[in-house]
T-cell receptor, first 112, second 115 residues
């Protein structure tokens, strides 16, 4: 079945780049997403990538997809304290439902 | 505010009681999802509606759980005879009709605590 895994914690200094990694098991994924969750808040979609793409850049965010290794990463350039949150990667596998399969989340702590 | 709205935001209930949560999706969205998120975990899919039809239910949705979307607009999720293991954040999401990628917008969730 589908499974999505992430490392639990990442600590960086303000101004550095952050790289959050994710692996997934089912190669039939169609879209892969990165969501941000701040304390007490819902999930905010940051960016997504279609499975036939290798890279997508959106301002400070860069998504890299390695389909062979089933590895997805999110790079945040010039990380700010406001980027401190939990980041979830998620995948969809097509079909009528288009439900999201989420990873366990990575807590990003940005030190001033 | 035209986002996804969930009520209540917090619910504390005694074990064995029934609870009902409500989700109001974005008005033109015909797809509606319920997810459950426990502490330290990512959200897990519970059920999916397209308009008023419930098209998929997860195995996580035991027979104590029932969800409805009677007119294809708002949705309710009821948990009967609550157990401590039901304590979680219940998230609702909606998305627009279409094929391929359609962004799911999430509400702020209802946090349930069963004591």
């Amino acid at each position: 079945g589908e499974d999505v895994e992430q490392s639990l914690f990442l600590s960086v200094r303000e101004g550095d780049s952050s790289v959050i990694n994710c692996t997934y098991t089912d190669s039939s994924s169609t879209y892969l997403y990165w969501y941000k969750q701040e304390p007490g808040a819902g999930l905010q979609l940051l960016t997504y990538i279609f499975s036939n793409m290798d890279m997508k850049q959106d301002q400070r965010l860069t998504v890299l997809l390695n389909k062979k290794d089933k590895h997805l990463s999110l790079r945040i350039a010039d990380t700010q304290t406001g980027d401190s949150a939990i980041y979830f990667c998620a995948a969809t596998y097509g079909g009528a439902t288009n439900k999201l399969i989420f990873g366990t989340g990575t807590l990003l702590a940005v030190q001033p | 505010d035209t986002g996804v709205s969930q009520n209540p935001r917090h619910k504390i209930t005694k074990r064995g009681q029934n609870v009902t949560f409500r989700c109001d999706p974005i008005s033109e969205h015909n797809r509606l999802y319920w997810y459950r998120q426990t502490l330290g975990q990512g959200p897990e899919f519970l059920t999916y509606f397209q308009n008023e039809a419930q098209l998929e239910k997860s195995r996580l949705l035991s027979d104590r759980f029932s969800a409805e979307r009677p007119k294809g607009s708002f949705s309710t999720l009821e948990i009967q005879r609550t157990e401590q293991g039901d304590s979680a954040m219940y998230l609702c999401a909606s998305s627009a009709p279409g094929h391929g990628n359609t962004e799911a917008f999430f509400g702020q969730g209802t946090r349930l605590t069963v004591v």
